[in-house]
């Protein structure tokens, strides 16, 4: 997994990089703790619109925090 750093458009996101796979996407946040989202957790409809903020550059963290929440796959610590 290759990570981008988040182009963070608005300024303000907690997000800092991202990582997109066929079927996931893996999110680091500032605290360097990176959440792996897929089909499972939190489905694919989620997954589709969260590579497609990402790669925008905007939108991401607060999609993240309006509609995902806990509902990763799992987690890790840095890449």
Request: proline letters at 3%; glycine letters at 12%.
């Amino acid at each position: 997994m290759s990570p981008e750093r988040y182009r963070n458009l608005n300024g303000d996101s907690g997000v800092s990089h991202y990582a997109i796979g066929a079927d996931f996407i893996a999110v680091q946040f500032q605290n360097a703790t990176v959440y792996i989202y897929d089909g499972s957790r939190p489905g694919a409809h989620h997954v589709a619109q969260m590579k497609s903020l990402a790669e925008a550059g905007r939108g991401l963290g607060t999609y993240i925090n309006q509609h995902i929440r806990g509902e990763y796959s799992r987690t890790q610590h840095g890449w």
